[in-house]
């Protein structure tokens, strides 16, 4: 049976009673009856050990591959699972043999875990790296040209752009990315497309099957309420010689001198398909729990699409009373007019502006000061670059200690900004308690955090 959205939905959830979770897009969860799943997964993996990981697990992972490729629209021998997202760029990567001369192009915004992948692989291959530095927000349409122009920059300096990694939804801030244009954009330049789609699967419709990306990752424990690690990755067929091993290499992988294009590795699968079907002896029961998921999403739930639906028009509603109720503004193109729809909010993310400004650092003044004449005619404050990470953790803290929720502050550009995750079990009434709560702390951030913020 159907159960509205809010939270009538929470009593499906594991979360504490006094704990309210605003925070879904960093870690995702999972509701009881996934639960259940899992801890029988598990329960069967002890009992008969060699059962389960020779036969079960295999027979398993099989059955969410095909679900998991259904919500993909794409072919179930062009998807495996992998621990996460990051692994799932990381595993693309490392695969790539790159040449002197070669270049990976991505932007300013990248997960920080696969930027460091990127330069961990500049330090061991002869590959660059060229960063496309920008400030959120700007449209859609801007990005692109940018990364044209980075793609024409690079080889006026002689470099062959070979792949291109950028979001299908920015971490943070939390935004949707034109994901859509630039795949197509790279494949008129004969780039290699590689979508680290984190926030992906779950979260937004997705189409592989039209789109065609080259390389595509997703994590289905964040917004596919599947438990910890569980991602997919997504290689269509005519880039799979490409992919000659799993990070680190196990059972799956296959000699050159052995590799046929003829005789499958093992009957009923394609080598890519048997690569990954075990990498090294880990818990990998959360991968099981797909069918799980997808009836709780079904029939709880009522499908994808009224998922979908309701994220983003949450996150809208959310982001616009706590802009309101601080008197600042949510993160979305500059100069839209009345009827626009904001690109960047096409999601159930949002990013709103705290009324925190980041100055220069001086030693004339106080590490952070309140100033009048912000909007709506109320004060912000300004916080020297050196105090940003004390004022963070304060943020961090207190909303974890005294408030039991949390929702990320950082900076961006010459703002502190904070990120709302929407999702099935909130509703309007619990951002309109989070508004309250953080003009609370913006009040008294400058008392608790301004004298230990010594510069």
């Known amino acids: 049976m159907t159960t509205p959205f809010g939270a009538p939905m929470r009593e499906h959830f594991l979360f504490d ?17 996934v639960q259940t799943a899992l801890r029988q997964h598990q329960q069967d993996a002890e009992a008969r050990p060699d059962l389960f990981y020779r036969v079960t697990r295999a027979q398993g992972i099989d059955k969410s591959r095909r679900i998991v490729a259904d919500l ?86 002689g470099l062959n752009v070979r792949v291109a990694v950028f979001d299908l939804i920015v971490s943070m801030p939390g935004v949707r990315f034109p994901f859509e244009t630039l795949v197509q954009v790279c494949r008129d330049e004969g780039i ?28 289905l424990h964040k917004w596919l309420f599947i438990p910890r690690g569980c991602a997919v990755l997504y290689v269509p067929q005519r880039n799979q010689h490409l992919i000659r091993t799993t990070f680190p290499t196990s059972w799956g992988y296959i000699p050159p001198s052995t590799l046929t294009a003829i005789t499958p590795a093992k009957p009923g699968k394609s080598s890519f398909e048997y690569l990954f079907e075990q990498i090294a002896t880990t818990d990998d029961t959360p991968w099981l729990c797909v069918p799980a998921a997808m009836k ?23 982001a616009d009373l706590v802009a309101q109720a601080l008197g600042t503004e949510v993160m979305q193109e500059p100069g839209l007019k009345g009827g626009e729809v904001s690109q960047l909010r096409r999601c159930g993310l949002a990013t709103i502006r705290l009324p925190i400004a980041v100055v220069p650092n001086t030693t004339s003044t106080a590490a952070i000061t309140r100033v009048a004449g912000g909007n709506n005619g109320t004060s912000f404050l300004r916080v ?13 803290d207190t909303l974890l200690r005294r408030y039991e929720t949390f929702v990320p502050v950082f900076r961006h550009g010459d703002w502190l900004w904070t990120r709302l995750s929407a999702q099935v079990y909130l509703e309007k009434s619990d951002f309109e308690w989070l508004a309250g709560v953080l ?17």
């Open 17 to 33: 009673t006094n704990f309210k979770n605003l925070n879904h897009g960093s870690f995702g969860t999972y509701p009881r009856a």
């Open 72 to 157: 993909l629209k794409v072919p179930v021998n062009e998807c495996v699972f992998v621990k996460n997202a990051t692994t799932g760029v990381g595993t693309v990567i490392r695969n790539l043999a790159f040449q002197p001369g070669d270049a990976i192009i991505y932007f300013d915004t990248i997960y920080g875990a696969v930027e460091k992948g990127l330069f961990s692989v500049a330090e061991s291959s002869p590959v660059q790296t060229r960063k496309i530095e920008y400030q959120l927000p700007i449209s859609h349409d801007e990005l692109v040209t940018r990364f044209r122009e980075a793609v024409r920059t690079a080889r006026a300096d």
């Open 192 to 219: 290699l497309s590689l979508i680290d789609g984190a926030h992906g699967i779950g979260h937004v419709p997705l189409d592989l099957g039209s789109l065609q990306p080259d390389f595509f990752t997703s994590n």
């Open 296 to 318: 709780f999403r079904t029939e709880v739930c009522g499908g994808e699409d009224r998922i979908h639906a309701y994220l983003e028009k949450l996150a809208n509603e959310a």
């Open 384 to 396: 020297q670059a050196a105090a940003v990470p004390a004022v963070c953790a304060w943020f961090q």
């Open 439 to 455: 003009k609370e702390c913006c009040a008294r951030v400058k008392t608790e955090v301004g004298e230990t913020a010594k510069l």
